[in-house]
């Protein structure tokens, strides 16, 4: 059944934001409750063109034309896929099955009313998919019979990596991904999805299984339109990929979810789910439950091991090791052992606002690793060409220590002043582990600072590529507004200026002022 409900007639102290309606959708085959979702705007206009007069005729035979009934329809006929299920994109969680038609609505309204109900259009904003609009659904794939009532709900995309792989005989016995591996394993195998404190779980593979090193900007911009789809759905979201670009994907997904409000949690495995001293299942477990807390921590993070770690300050460390990931320049957002342990001081606010999502991603651009002796005439070259032919809008150097270069190569300073002209964004980055760039502590970095070099402070490469690849991406920032974005915090990705470590020599005062502030 649907009905509308008339939320500013029941109490008139509601906001602007409270003022919309909402559709009950029940009887769903595969969650036994009640899920509250907003219409969408198609959904909305479709049912103000259907709203007809209620023609009931009084004791003295004048129409009543104060009232309005509002018939909402639901064309089962007109679904272009139903009894089909799709393959990716995910798009919406639901079978068309599963939409009963509805009857009447229960509430009288007004036409000014109604009105005042349609949300604005806005591509960004998380709204309902309604059937005839979209072509894919997820096959839902129930793992066990849970009282939905009580559980929350998660959804697992999984897009291959080592944890679906397994021996591929074809191939010489090197690993390869098997499709339907994981939703038969977390059917029959994982038995702690039975215990009452774990929520309900539906599972999605893609089509095909990628690995990790072939997932790029597309993949990314698909994650996070499935997420979108699917956001009013679900209590959180669980990411099951490859561990060799994790870091960039859940970079990417923190710029892309704006205003996110509920947690998106990365993970997977050093050893393949089929082996029997597997990663995984601790790894896909505690994932689970940290998308499904009652405090959850409502941003893109990657649970590795034992550690939950923000997702945007994120990287790949170990190859042959559990401890795969860690976050060089900020503590971990929790920890787990016998309990879980919280930084509740690193955890960022609450989002205001709807989630919008954004996912276009300019990748214009070249990161340079500086090594002692290069030529930098082969640089030049690249800068020249590359803005000539408008394939380079920013140039990322990974430099020494704080940020410093071979000052003394007045041709290389040059090359990077000519850069600057011409257009291109050069961002510092140091190669050290943990650390800031720091660029008028030394000589050398001054000089690059005269040349229009911005310093990216203490972000990751992960997370400076994808962000000025965010940015970029946006379209309405120029050169100098992205220069000057570099050094705030948007996700949590970057340490306040005034929090970072004084540099080396500093005097008491200076280590004593900083002392105790955090910054997220």
């Given at each position: 059944?649907?009905?509308?409900?008339?939320?500013?007639?029941?109490?008139?102290?509601?906001?602007?934001?409270?003022?919309?309606?909402?559709?009950?959708?029940?009887?769903?085959?595969?969650?036994?409750?009640?899920?509250?979702?907003?219409?969408?705007?198609?959904?909305?206009?479709?049912?103000?063109?259907?709203?007809?007069?209620?023609?009931?005729?009084?004791?003295?035979?004048?129409?009543?034309?104060?009232?309005?009934?509002?018939?909402?329809?639901?064309?089962n006929s007109s679904c272009p896929s139903a009894g089909k299920p799709q393959q990716t994109p995910a798009g919406l969680l639901f079978h068309y099955d599963s939409i009963k038609p509805p009857s009447l609505v229960d509430d009288v309204i007004g036409e000014n009313?109604?009105?005042?109900?349609?949300?604005?259009?806005?591509?960004?904003?998380?709204?309902?998919?309604?059937?005839?609009e979209s072509d894919f659904f997820i096959p839902q794939v129930k793992l066990h019979d849970g009282d939905g009532m009580k559980r929350k709900r998660v959804l697992v995309l999984c897009t291959g990596g080592t944890l679906t792989m397994a021996p591929d005989p074809e191939k010489g016995g090197s690993l390869s991904p098997v499709q339907g591996a994981l939703t038969e394993f977390m059917k029959k195998s994982m038995l702690e999805l039975q215990n009452e404190k774990m929520p309900d779980v539906v599972v999605h593979e893609y089509t095909p299984l990628l690995d990790s090193s072939d997932m790029g900007p597309p993949d990314w911009s698909l994650l996070a339109k499935d997420i979108k789809a699917n956001y009013l759905y679900f209590d959180g979201f669980v990411v099951l990929m490859g561990t060799d670009t994790m870091a960039y994907t859940a970079t990417?997904?923190?710029?892309?979810?704006?205003?996110?409000?509920?947690?998106?949690?990365?993970?997977?495995?050093?050893?393949?789910?089929?082996?029997?001293?597997?990663?995984?299942?601790?790894?896909?477990?505690?994932?689970?439950?940290?998308?499904?807390?009652?405090?959850?921590?409502?941003?893109?993070?990657?649970f590795?091991?034992?550690?939950?770690?923000?997702?945007?300050?994120?990287?790949?460390?170990?190859?042959?090791?559990?401890?795969?990931?860690?976050?060089p320049n900020l503590l971990p957002l929790a920890t787990t052992g016998i309990s879980i342990k919280e930084n509740e001081h690193l955890i960022l606010p609450p989002a205001r606002g709807v989630l919008r999502v954004h996912t276009r991603m300019d990748t214009r651009l070249l990161t340079i690793r500086l090594v002692p002796g290069f030529d930098d005439k082969i640089l030049r070259h690249m800068i020249r060409a590359g803005a000539e032919s408008g394939t380079l809008r920013a140039l990322v150097l990974q430099l020494y220590g704080t940020g410093n270069a071979p000052s003394v190569k007045e041709e290389f300073i040059e090359c990077l002043k000519e850069a600057t002209e011409l257009g291109i964004l050069?961002?510092?980055?140091?190669?050290?582990?943990?650390?800031?760039?720091?660029?008028?502590?030394?000589?050398?970095?001054?000089?690059?600072e005269r040349a229009g070099v911005v310093s990216s402070n203490d972000m990751t490469l992960e997370a400076t590529a994808c962000k000025i690849s965010y940015l970029m991406g946006r379209s309405d920032l120029s050169r100098d507004e992205i220069a000057d974005l570099m050094t705030v915090s948007m996700r949590g990705e970057v340490t306040h200026t005034d929090a970072l470590p004084p540099p080396p020599f500093s005097s008491a005062y200076q280590r004593g002022r900083l002392k105790g502030k955090y910054f997220y």
């Open positions: 059944m649907m009905s509308l409900r008339m939320l500013p007639r029941v109490c008139g102290c509601y906001n602007n934001l409270t003022k919309r309606a909402t559709a009950v959708i029940s009887s769903n085959p595969f969650f036994n409750e009640t899920i509250m979702v907003r219409p969408s705007t198609s959904f909305m206009k479709e049912a103000r063109m259907m709203t007809t007069s209620d023609a009931t005729t009084n004791g003295s035979g004048e129409d009543d034309k104060s009232k309005t009934s509002l018939r909402v329809k639901l064309e009313e109604l009105d005042n109900l349609i949300p604005k259009d806005d591509d960004n904003m998380t709204e309902l998919v309604t059937p005839p990417a997904l923190s710029f892309m979810l704006e205003n996110l409000g509920k947690p998106v949690i990365f993970t997977g495995s050093q050893i393949p789910l089929a082996e029997p001293h597997t990663d995984a299942r601790q790894n896909l477990i505690m994932a689970l439950i940290f998308a499904a807390r009652d405090a959850p921590i409502s941003e893109v993070t990657i590795f091991h034992d550690k939950l770690i923000r997702g945007c300050r994120s990287t790949k460390v170990n190859t042959g090791e559990l401890h795969a990931f860690d976050s050069v961002v510092a980055a140091t190669q050290c582990h943990i650390g800031s760039v720091m660029m008028g502590h030394y000589a050398t970095g001054r000089a690059l």
